[in-house]
């Protein structure tokens, strides 16, 4: 059993006044009859002991004296959601979860359930609504505007880069930015398996073909030994890819000393996706200004956001004023509405700029505070000596957008698995890492090169890999609820019990 179970557990001759007692210390609200194996006999609450008193029960009377109903239980299987389904059916305020023999294996309470923790929630202050009003005041509600230029201008500025087009979304960045380096269909596109889909879909809106390239196990980015052989295997065909997608992975640069001089050997333009690491650095350089073509995603789950948005960035003038009439429908300078070729609507508003506006005010703090929760974490799991965190190499200056760990041993992928659910349980959001893109169905077939012979790093991770709730505005309280949480799954995963 759970060890901070045991002091809600008692056994059925226990003295109900003992047990009055021992609720009042414990201050949970309820205690858990048990026998000998840890088997739930019943529960105890407040209700069950004024009753005793009202019905001058005498106080060293047994608990298993008192009346009693089945009590109310889950199994280890159950959804945050269905507990507190069944809590409401049977207007209760805990439900204690049991294996299959009845033992009991934790205990949820409502309180925690009404108080969510996400995996990364949006985190806005102050600074945001000045610039929302003044485009409400202004009328620059609509696409275009004011706050789009300035945005771009300061996007562009905090990357060190020459320019930025401000665009609906991080994927539509993508999608325009292959379009930029001339991907056609029937062209190869090189592309880090460890990712979201976002940064693989658009290959696929050109019409063009992936060839996913694993990770390394120094910064879990995109091998450079993988993609050398496959770019000679690439030669060898005669087939070089138009493109390579870069993606900076969890807020954490690829090792562009090596990616960038072999793209330039092969003549393969980068394509950087920095969609998770705006405000990273890499030898003191920022992440997204490596590549012919640069993107950001400020989704509401980002380190910045916008609610909805991204942005494409380049030092070539030109190819971001292409972007731009691509992303407007490519509408031809003329006072009517000409087009010779596709466009896209994939232009940011005038308020959603404004909002970026003020979140780049504030970057700088969020990265630190995100790197304040990672370091939290670490300190209070270093005991575990089988948790091993995203490595951050020297000359790396991470964002840690995601705090993220994997298991080592023959059983990592099982006990991943229950400590998230466990964590699932009590409404705390924690998510593998991503499944690499040559394992979705979706791209089946797709062409694969491992970091190594018989080393795949990117699907040993996302079998063992875990991500935690990361947010700028975790507030202490809620990560030592997460810790907590931790170290009650790694003792029951220890015991060989399960969650």
Not at 197 to 222: H, K, M
Not at 224 to 246: F, K, N, Q, S
Not at 286 to 312: D, E, P, Q, Y
Not at 325 to 342: D, G, I, M
């Amino acid at each position: 059993m759970n060890d901070r179970l045991t002091p809600l557990c008692l056994p059925p001759e226990t003295p109900w006044g003992e047990a009055l007692a021992r609720l009042n210390q414990t201050g949970r609200g309820i205690l858990l009859v048990v026998d000998g194996s840890g088997r739930l006999l019943r529960t105890l609450t407040d209700g069950d002991l004024r009753r005793a008193v009202l019905a001058a029960v005498p106080t060293d009377a047994p608990v298993s004296a008192l009346p009693s109903k089945p009590p109310v239980v889950a199994d280890e299987a159950a959804t945050a959601e269905a507990l507190l389904r069944l809590m409401d059916a049977h207007a209760i305020d805990h439900v204690p979860v049991c294996d299959a023999a009845g033992r009991v294996r934790d205990l949820v309470t409502r309180r925690e359930l009404s108080q969510r923790i996400w995996l990364s929630s949006p985190h806005l202050g102050e600074e945001e609504t000045a610039f929302v009003e003044e485009a409400f005041r202004s009328n620059w509600i609509a696409p275009l505007g004011p706050h789009v230029d300035a945005f771009e201008r300061e996007v562009a500025a905090q990357v060190g880069v020459g320019h930025a087009a401000a665009l609906s979304s991080g994927t539509a960045a993508i999608h325009l930015g292959l379009l930029l380096l001339g991907v056609r269909p029937g062209d190869t596109v090189f592309c880090a398996s460890l990712t979201f889909v976002g940064s693989a879909n658009p290959i696929l809106y050109c019409g063009a073909r992936p060839v996913f390239i694993d990770s390394e196990p120094q910064t879990w980015n995109l091998s450079p030994a993988a993609l050398e052989r496959a770019l000679e295997w690439a030669r060898r065909e005669g087939r070089l890819p138009r493109c390579v997608i870069v993606v900076n992975l969890y807020g954490q640069s690829a090792d562009m000393d090596a990616i960038v001089p072999l793209c330039a050997h092969y003549g393969v333009p980068v394509l950087e996706d920095a969609a998770e690491s705006l405000g990273a650095r890499y030898k003191g350089r920022a992440s997204g200004s490596f590549g012919r073509v640069g993107i950001f995603s400020f989704n509401g789950n980002k380190i910045i956001t916008t609610s909805g948005g991204g942005m494409l960035v380049a030092d070539d003038a030109d190819l971001v004023a292409r972007a731009r009439k691509l992303s407007t429908q490519a509408r031809e300078n003329a006072p009517h509405y000409e087009h010779v070729e596709v466009g896209f609507n994939y232009r940011m508003s005038n308020v959603l700029a404004g909002i970026g506006r003020g979140q780049l005010r504030v970057l700088e703090q969020r990265v630190a505070q995100r790197r304040r929760v990672f370091e939290r974490y670490r300190e209070a799991l270093a005991a575990y000596e089988d948790i091993q965190w995203m490595p951050e190499p020297e000359g790396y200056a991470s964002t840690r957008w995601l705090s993220c760990f994997t298991l080592a041993g023959p059983d990592a992928a099982a006990r991943r698995s229950a400590i998230a659910q466990w964590l699932a349980r009590h409404a705390v959001e924690a998510r593998p890492v991503w499944k690499p893109m040559h394992l979705q169905p979706l791209f089946t077939g797709a062409p694969y090169f491992p970091h190594a012979p018989q080393q795949d790093v990117s699907a040993a991770l996302f079998e063992s890999g875990l991500c935690l709730p990361s947010g700028s505005n975790l507030s202490v309280a809620q990560q030592d609820r997460v810790i907590d949480l931790l170290h009650r799954a790694f003792e029951a995963t220890a015991e060989g019990q399960g969650v």
